[in-house]
């Protein structure tokens, strides 16, 4: 009940404001790089804020208490921050609700959570800047490995459309819980390239962000399933399935969109469980990519260790170090909870001699470290 009062409170706001009375602005970035929130909820007995740059409780941020003022407003300012994409929420009365006075906000799995911008580097990558911009499209494919017509995400590169060049191809793998959205939406991939290319520091490129999820032709809400709530881990999505019918990808971006399709001219990288499927579909397929990616990546058991993409690992990855390759590119947070395994890998490759270059970041299992990753392994991908 007094939940239900609270976002009375919020409502009867959001209709005041069409009549003229004060506008709330929240947040608000000082020039000094705090940030103040604001929330009208006079009916609430205690607000919290939880932001993605507070300390860690288990594995959620942490949250700090607002201040309520004469009118019912509740406020809050925050530490200066470092230049990154941030996202926050509220705590009404235990109740989790976003900004309604900030209309901005992104999907991780099956959360909406508002989000803001502090500037400077590297988060200017982050930026829509004034720079020529590239094409973001969904198109979708047909799978006869995964027996059903799936929906992927491109980005071409600025001037793609009035070209005749071949441009060379990064296939971009998102984590658990994520789909073909997840790298536009969080990852920022499309200003990290645009801004990358117009800075001169990656070479124009197309970038394919498939669905990792076998059993979805598409992200919650966009396919024929409809609309239903998203979930953490997919049955099946590390049962070999993906891996087998990766090729079905390459032969349609290869078919369709005038790339290089030569090994030199392919790179693969992922996020957590895409970087278990990048480990796997590149020495699956030992001579199809010369630069590999792996951030965060979830080196861990398949879920079906019978399936043939799973078998001889080491004399696949000799296999794919003899065919020659230019990057092996691993990166993992000092906190993430894959770290060990990370390190158990990196020293597995030691013994096989198969060559890596390795990163080492702080922080954990966070997409601020993603976002930070792609900005610097695009840069390296065909010199």
């Known amino acids: 009940m007094v939940a239900a009062l609270s976002l009375s409170g919020l409502f009867a706001y959001s209709q005041q404001a069409l009549w003229g009375e004060e506008e709330i602005i929240s947040p608000v970035i000082h020039e000094n790089k705090t940030v103040s929130f604001h929330l009208s909820a006079p009916n609430a007995s205690e607000v919290l804020i939880t932001g993605d740059w507070m300390p860690v409780e288990g594995w959620v941020p942490g949250t700090a208490v607002m201040e309520k003022d004469e ?31 900030n209309a901005f906000l992104s999907r991780d799995i099956s959360t909406s959570t508002n989000i803001f911008l502090i500037g400077g580097s590297p988060a200017d990558l982050y930026r829509v800047n004034d720079v020529a911009h590239g094409t973001v499209s969904r ?80 992200a919650p809400g966009e396919g024929v399933r409809g609309f239903y709530k998203p979930q953490f881990m997919v049955p099946g999505t590390m049962n070999g399935r993906y891996e087998e019918a990766f090729m079905d990808i390459v032969s349609f971006v290869e078919e369709n969109y005038h790339v290089k399709a030569d090994k030199a001219n392919r790179a693969i990288a992922g996020l957590s469980m895409g970087g278990f499927h990048s ?11 010369d630069y590999m990616g792996l951030f965060s990546a979830a080196i861990i058991p398949p879920q079906d260790a019978s399936s043939m993409v799973y078998k001889d690992i080491d004399a696949t990855l000799k296999t794919q170090m003899e065919n020659g390759y230019k990057l092996y590119w691993i990166a993992i947070g000092k906190t993430d909870f894959l770290y060990e395994n990370v390190i158990e890998y990196m020293e597995k490759l030691d013994s096989l001699g198969m060559s890596y270059t390795y990163r080492e970041s702080e922080e954990g299992h966070i997409w601020k470290n993603w976002r930070i990753y792609l900005s610097e392994f695009a840069p390296l991908l065909f010199k």
Not at 82 to 101: I, K, M, Q
Not at 185 to 197: F, M, V
Request: glycine residues 10%; without cysteine.
């Open 139 to 218: 198109r979708w494919y047909d799978s006869p490995g995964l027996e059903m017509m799936r929906r992927i995400t491109i980005y071409t590169p600025p001037g793609y459309e009035n070209s005749k060049e071949d441009y060379p191809v990064l296939y971009l793998l998102h984590g658990a819980g994520g789909d073909e959205e997840a790298w536009i939406e969080l990852g920022r991939a499309s200003q990290i390239l645009d801004n990358l290319i117009a800075l001169g520091k990656a070479k124009p490129m197309l970038v394919v962000m498939p669905n990792g999820n076998v059993s979805q032709g598409a």
């Open 71 to 101: 009118k019912g407003t509740w406020s809050y300012t925050s530490e200066a921050l470092e230049p990154e994409l941030y996202s926050y929420a509220f705590l009404v009365d235990g109740l989790r609700v976003n900004d309604p006075n």
């Open 279 to 289: 480990l796997h579909i590149s020495r699956y397929y030992p001579n199809t990519f």
